[in-house]
């Protein structure tokens, strides 16, 4: 079974950094992109990065370039989402998630984050003073 567990979240003031990471297991990780989404309270659960199977592609919202980064170690069936600068509006539940791989067309978006089907329990990330 695909199994992805994300961890890392916590309470942290504003400025301040996490890293989170996307522990998988149940397929064989380096076929596969993996992305990091998340969903704060009363809005509407949005791509925050994704990166390729090899690691070579990533995809990152508007709202986190510069800040986030997005890596993948393949020996480790892991996914790291390092974030600085954190704000408050960062504030959300953070999952990660990944698609059987085949080919995607479409927008850069959806080549790199779409058709996401499995997906790991969240990790809560606060970011308040």
């Known amino acids: 079974d695909v199994q992805l567990q994300a961890s890392g979240g916590g309470l942290v003031q504003p400025g301040g950094s996490l890293r989170l990471s996307c522990a998988a297991s149940?397929?064989?990780?380096?076929?596969?992109?993996i992305g990091w989404f998340r969903q704060a309270p009363g809005k509407e659960r949005e791509g925050v990065s994704c990166?390729?199977?090899?690691?070579?592609?990533?995809y990152y919202a508007d709202s986190v370039k510069g800040r986030f980064t997005i890596s993948r170690d393949n020996a480790k069936n892991t996914v790291y989402l390092q974030m600085n600068s954190l704000k408050p509006e960062d504030t959300a539940v953070y999952y990660c998630?990944?698609?059987?791989?085949?080919?995607?067309?479409?927008?850069?978006?959806?080549?790199?984050?779409?058709?996401?089907?499995?997906w790991g329990k969240g990790t809560l990330v606060t970011v308040s003073s």
């Open positions: 998630a990944t698609r059987r791989p085949r080919g995607y067309s479409g927008s850069y978006y959806y080549i790199l984050c779409g058709g996401m089907h499995y």
């Open positions: 990166i390729s199977s090899s690691g070579g592609s990533t």
């Open positions: 149940g397929f064989t990780f380096d076929d596969y992109a």
